[in-house]
């Protein structure tokens, strides 16, 4: 594949990431929707605050060039545990059902931005500071 097609993919699925574990979280984390959800799994309300605080951060830390290296490893280990975890619990709870994989399409578009990310850091064509 080529660098070009690479560097678009990394995007794309950073910016998924973006929007829907950053954007989105931190607009709807005081509706009552979101709200039912955490309890609904079982855990308490300031879990859900605290997890959005996290997620803002590491989606930030993804999309921002200048943000070191091993920083965003972190990061992206973080959202790798949260997607697990977020399937576990929806399994738990609710049983296995479409549901639960909505967790696991994230984790795919994550592992994807992953993947770009080092080949375009190897290839030294996204900043990196160590």
Known sequence: M?????KIMFWIST?????????LPALTFQTEFAKEGIRH??????????LVVFKVLGTLTLIIPKVPSRIKEWAYAGFGFDFIFAFVSIIAVDGFGAMALFP???LGILVASYICYHKLTKN???PQVK
């Open 104 to 106: 696991l399409f994230f």
């Open 15 to 23: 910016i998924i990431i973006f929007l829907f574990e950053g954007i």
């Open 41 to 50: 799994l079982g855990y308490p309300d300031y879990f859900g605050v605290i």
């Open 124 to 126: 030294k064509l996204l």
């Open 2 to 6: 080529d660098i070009k097609k690479i």
